[in-house]
């Protein structure tokens, strides 16, 4: 059985990093997101547990490595558990 992955917009959603499916699609057709040094430009992208995601968020650019994939939009708690924020 290979590991699981989920769609890039998904993602986003279930780690509280956009508000809704909806603007997490909008980021990655605007090509505001890699996945490990790659320009996502469809929300359907695959990413899987130690996958590297940048994108721009307010002012700043979050980096971050997937941890674990999750499999719903939990608290905020539990998001933070999915993956390591990087400097």
Known sequence: ?????????KLLFFLRIAKSRTLAQRWAEAGHIRV?????????VAVVAGDLITLPKGE????????????????????????QPLD
């Open 1 to 9: 059985m290979g590991e699981a992955a989920l769609r890039i917009d």
């Open 36 to 44: 490990n040094g790659l320009r996502v430009e469809k929300g359907s």
């Open 60 to 83: 700043a650019v979050l980096a971050l490595r997937l941890l674990t994939v999750p499999t719903r939009r939990g608290p905020p708690a539990e998001a933070k558990l999915c993956y």
